[in-house]
């Protein structure tokens, strides 16, 4: 059996993030050859065209764990109609310097969690926009806009009975994307 490490991409640093916690209910839905690691954002300083010559530790770990990856799982909360500035600027580190961008050709699905009733829209639709000039296949469809309420996690931390189905057809459909598109 082949085996898929996922880079899983988390645009919010918050201590209790709810795309963190999405994240990890959704590893469970994945099948066992499915593996998943939390790429580490947090730590990265601004980027700055000056320092492509000789990146920080930090970004030099980070561009590895994504060219390890076979594919990769980004969530992201909805910042003022866009992506956090810290998922902005993991991607534009993992992408310079020009000519070697580490997130090119890794198959990938977009989705998020807020508690606006249109649960990371406009972020998703701006990540994608980032996502597809870099390079990266992502899975268009089903799209996956999810409000955080009540019911959502069970009291484990599992996706809760009424949106389980949803996301393990989202995850079946990922599921088929990575293995289709992962090199």
């Known amino acids: 059996m082949e085996e898929y490490q996922i880079g899983v991409v988390v645009g919010s640093i918050r201590r209790d993030s709810f795309n963190l916690k999405l994240s990890e209910a959704l590893e469970k839905l994945a099948p066992p050859e499915f593996s998943f690691k939390q790429l580490k954002i947090d730590d990265l300083p601004l980027y700055n065209q000056d320092d492509d010559s000789s990146p920080a530790e930090s970004v030099v770990r980070l561009k590895k764990d994504i060219l390890s990856a076979r594919g990769l799982l980004f969530l992201t909360p909805e910042y003022n109609r866009s992506i956090p500035g810290v998922l902005k600027n993991a991607l534009d580190h993992?992408?310079?310097?020009?000519?070697?961008?580490?997130?090119?050709?890794?198959?990938?699905?977009?989705?998020?969690?807020?508690?606006?009733?249109?649960?990371?829209?406009?972020?998703?639709?701006?990540?994608?926009?980032?996502?597809?000039?870099?390079?990266v296949p992502t899975l268009g469809q089903p799209e996956v806009f999810l409000q955080a309420k009540d019911g959502l996690f069970d009291e484990s931390g599992n996706i809760g009975a009424a949106s389980r189905d949803f996301l393990q057809a989202w995850m079946n459909r990922y599921v088929a994307w990575i293995t289709k598109h992962a090199a």
């Open 94 to 135: 993992a992408s310079r310097p020009y000519g070697r961008n580490a997130w090119a050709n890794k198959p990938a699905g977009v989705l998020g969690i807020s508690i606006g009733p249109s649960g990371t829209a406009m972020a998703q639709q701006h990540l994608r926009n980032v996502l597809a000039y870099l390079d």
